[in-house]
């Protein structure tokens, strides 16, 4: 048996609504920064799409002024979860 733990890493992509990742080619786009920012207004929650692969992000307040930029986070990924430590754009 094996046991996995979560992983440092420093990703690339951008921070999207849920409803919208379902498309990560679309959400990885500076041309969807708008209709993301809508969607997380309404409600959904924010995700970071990168390298075409969807991610829940844990603390949703770290990410929520950068809804639609392509940012670089750092932190720790275990699974499809990453525990957001830093945010720079």
Avoid: W
């Avoid at 002024?65 to 430590?85: P, W």
Wanted: hydrophobic letters at 45%; aromatic letters at 6%.
């Amino acid at each position: 048996m094996f046991a996995f733990s979560a992983m440092a890493a420093d990703l690339t992509g951008y921070v999207s609504d849920a409803k919208c990742s379902a498309n990560p080619a679309r959400a990885e786009s500076d041309a969807h920064a708008a209709c993301a920012a809508k969607c997380a207004g309404g409600g959904d929650s924010l995700v970071f799409v990168s390298g075409g692969k969807v991610y829940k992000v844990n603390d949703q307040a770290k990410v929520k002024a950068h809804v639609g930029h392509k940012v670089t986070i750092s932190g720790k990924v275990d699974g499809d979860t990453i525990a957001v430590d830093s945010v720079k754009m």
